[in-house]
């Protein structure tokens, strides 16, 4: 046996030290690039706009964001609280549809908008596929003859009822420019209010054999209840020079519906984006199909409409794509090494 001499246990001392000291800095955990950032994130009045919000919330999460509960706010006043820096993201940013609310509020400057979240959301205006085969009714502007704009009349004034866009959304905005532009507002009432109750009341005539003219967007759960092709029909609409921020509405089959496909993005406040890469690059490379969302919107519509149900389909969707998720999120934390 070697007996250790005074200045061998001052050697093996000092390398057990920095053993120690090297093994406690290598069991330190990370700093997650969000560590100690809150993130407010909006999402509109329609509930069923929480689904991919809260998507996008559970990644951010993943990087260490302090992520607070969505909070509600129509479509323009959203755009003016990103700019103003008073809340963080939308993942419900429309494009050409919301471009006015972009524009007007900073644009660029104001705002951080990469990568595609949502591909080709639809909109337009139909009607119950019964009163269009009787009448052969194929487009909005046919509503010019008082005799068809009286079919659509329910409350008696002699012009057609449509069940429109709450205020403040940009739907709204391209409604009134259509009727407006078309010369259509002496014929269609734009019937506004709360959505969810209006159209409701909308499906409930429309079971009941009565006419109906509506205007809806996917992804929601309407067209999964009345359905193009079956319960109802598409409208055509001509060209309205700057109706939807896009003078060509034209679909690529000929038909032409009054907006071009849409697509969504996420929205972010460009200073707070410029300030965390890794959040500005999960914005960038997230994306859900858009019949993803449609589906988890019928089953809110179907009952499944709690905040528990919400909460355990976002939980599944990102589990069956779990893969994927991860994916965004390595992007993300890459982006924020120096």
């Known amino acids: 046996m070697t007996l250790s001499t005074p200045t061998t246990r001052i050697r093996l001392a000092a390398l057990a030290l920095?053993?120690?000291?090297?093994?406690?800095?290598?069991?330190?955990?990370?700093?997650?690039?969000?560590?100690?950032?809150?993130?407010?994130?909006?999402?509109g009045t329609v509930d069923e706009e929480a689904f991919q919000t809260l998507i996008v919330s559970r990644a951010l999460q993943k990087l260490g964001y302090d992520v607070k509960p969505p909070k509600n706010l129509e479509n323009g006043t959203q755009h003016i609280v990103i700019a103003n820096g008073d809340a963080t993201f939308t993942a419900t940013h429309w494009l050409p549809l919301h471009q006015g609310f972009y524009d007007a509020n900073g644009g660029a400057k104001a705002y951080y908008r990469e990568g595609t979240f949502s591909r080709n959301a639809a909109q337009g205006?139909?009607?119950?596929k019964k009163t269009a085969d009787e009448h052969h009714i194929t487009s909005l502007e046919q509503l010019k003859d008082p005799k068809i704009a009286k079919l659509f009349d329910t409350d008696g004034d002699g012009k057609a009822d449509l069940t429109g866009c709450n205020p403040g959304w940009g739907c709204e905005l391209a409604i009134n420019r259509h009727?407006?532009?078309?010369?259509?507002?002496?014929?269609?009432h734009h019937v506004q209010g709360n959505y969810a109750a209006l159209i409701a009341d909308t499906i409930a005539r429309q079971k009941a054999g009565k006419p109906v003219l509506y205007y809806v967007w996917t992804p929601y759960w309407?067209?999964?209840?009345?359905?193009?092709?079956?319960?109802?029909?598409?409208?055509?609409?001509?060209n309205v020079p700057h109706a939807t921020g896009n003078d060509d509405t034209r679909l690529a089959n000929g038909k032409n519906y009054g907006f071009k496909p849409n697509n969504q993005y996420i929205l972010?406040?460009?200073?707070?984006?410029?300030?965390?890469?890794?959040a500005a690059k999960l914005f960038a490379v997230m994306q859900v199909p858009v019949a993803d969302i449609t589906a988890q919107n019928l089953r809110m519509q179907n009952g499944e409409n709690k905040q528990a149900d919400i909460d355990r389909h976002v939980d599944a969707w990102i589990q069956a794509h779990q893969k994927t998720f991860d994916g965004w999120v390595e992007q993300a934390l890459a982006a924020a090494k120096p």
């Open 179 to 188: 009727l407006k532009l078309l010369g259509l507002e002496g014929r269609i």
């Open 222 to 238: 309407v067209s999964g209840v009345l359905r193009p092709g079956k319960e109802v029909t598409w409208l055509e609409v001509p």
């Open 268 to 278: 972010a406040n460009k200073a707070w984006a410029d300030a965390n890469p890794a």
């Open 125 to 128: 205006y139909l009607i119950d």
């Open 18 to 43: 920095a053993a120690g000291l090297s093994l406690g800095a290598a069991a330190q955990p990370q700093q997650l690039p969000g560590s100690g950032v809150a993130v407010q994130p909006l999402m």
